[in-house]
């Protein structure tokens, strides 16, 4: 199945993500939790911890900066831009490129 | 040259330096304030903010509350009972620029000022509110609401007007954009990991811009230890710090305006806090 979960500011979307990933994961799926927010706060809902999930944030960032290729295809993506949660679950922060140069999809 | 909200013999305290020169006048002076409010979404920015828009109004100034967010909120903390204020399509017109690109801007003959003596709405204490423009669905196209928003903030009304900004929650172009006419931005943050780290993020990103002051307010507090892991979580020095209060929760669920339901309960004496305390920030040099 493919979820997406939006809502309002503060009205609970990281959190319910997270706990639907973990419970997915629980139950024995291969988890993928996409980290969309222009400001990604997932990881620390899923468990992964505050540096972590900063980490995980810079290297981001280091692609807007030009420190950092882009990923080639969505292994890569899930690979560079991913670490993993508990229960099994891979996070991805895969906020939208900001400044995207003429031909990029 | 000085301009004053209102003659000098009545109210001697609000004379507004039409530029931030110092004055031979008797009379403290009040330099108009211009401040943001960022945050991540949830944090608070909407009720801290439109609370502190109408304290300041209640002092006597003339305020410009000014919600970018395309999600409603500040005109609830407000008490506003528009919740789309937008600019109307009649205030914004097309044109042709020079490489024939179709662009908009205000209608031919008015300017920021004066759209928002005739389009932002009229709200407590006085206070004029203008709102970005929500989305009003899939197909709606706000470009030309939005554009005109733009243009407002390009051309603000100046001498005698404090601008109190409401910004989207998270990171991204607050700074850079819709809050560029801020002279102090105010971090709301709760005392949560998550929280503190978008704190930082907003720092970082405050550093970068052609940054004004940028400065934490630490937001649903419990304990006493809370207003300063804020500061240190964040790296931001503290402007104040404002309680957990169910009566916030309250008044949100009842689509009111804390300042209507519970204006001297604790949210509304930490704002007034708020208030003095940006005042004399905006004072410094």
């Given amino acids: 199945m493919k979820i997406a979960v939006v809502g309002k500011g503060g009205s609970g979307k990281t959190t319910t993500s997270a706990v639907i990933a973990r419970t997915l994961g629980r139950d024995g799926h291969a988890v993928l939790a996409l980290d969309c927010d222009s400001n990604p706060n997932l990881g620390i809902s899923l468990g992964l911890g505050e540096q972590a999930t900063e980490h995980l944030v810079s290297v981001r960032d280091a692609v807007d900066a030009g420190e950092q290729e882009h990923a080639s295809d969505a292994d890569d993506l899930v690979e560079r831009f991913g670490a993993d949660a508990p229960d099994g679950v891979r996070l991805a922060v895969v906020t939208a490129i900001q400044n995207p140069q003429p031909g990029c999809p | ?285």
């Avoid at chain 2, 001297?264 to 004399?280: C, E, F, K």
């Fill in chain 2, 1 to 285: 040259m000085l301009l004053t909200s209102r003659s000098l013999d009545s109210s001697p305290r609000y004379v507004f330096p039409v530029t931030s020169g110092q004055t031979g006048l008797p009379g403290r002076i009040v330099r108009a304030m211009r401040v943001a409010f960022v945050g991540k979404g949830g944090a608070g920015k909407s009720s801290l903010a439109g609370s502190f828009a109408r304290i300041l109004a209640s002092q006597g100034e003339r305020v410009l509350a000014l919600d970018s967010d395309p999600m409603p909120g500040m005109a609830f903390s407000l008490g506003v009972p528009q919740t789309d204020a937008g600019l109307p399509d009649e205030a914004v017109e097309d044109y042709e620029d020079d490489q024939g690109r179709r662009r908009w801007r205000l209608r031919t003959g008015m300017t920021g000022p004066t759209t928002v003596e005739q389009y932002a709405v009229r709200g407590p204490q006085g206070v004029r509110f203008l709102q970005l423009g929500k989305a009003h669905g899939p197909r709606w196209d706000n470009t030309r609401q939005h554009a005109g928003f733009q243009r407002v903030l390009d051309d603000l009304p100046g001498a005698g007007w404090s601008i109190v900004g409401d910004l989207p929650g998270g990171t991204r172009q607050p700074f850079l954009t819709w809050g560029r006419y801020a002279r102090t931005f105010v971090v709301v943050v709760e005392p949560t990991p998550a929280s503190m780290l978008t704190g930082r993020r907003l720092a970082r990103l405050a550093a970068g811009a052609d940054a004004p002051r940028v400065v934490v307010v630490a937001n649903k507090v419990r304990d006493p230890g809370d207003a300063e892991r804020v500061s240190q979580g964040t790296g931001l020095p503290l402007l104040g710090a404002v309680p957990f209060d169910p009566a916030l929760g309250d008044a949100d669920r009842a689509g009111r305006a804390l300042l209507d339901l519970h204006p001297d309960g604790p949210t509304a004496q930490a704002v007034r806090s708020l208030v003095a305390a940006t005042r004399s920030q905006e004072e410094s040099p």
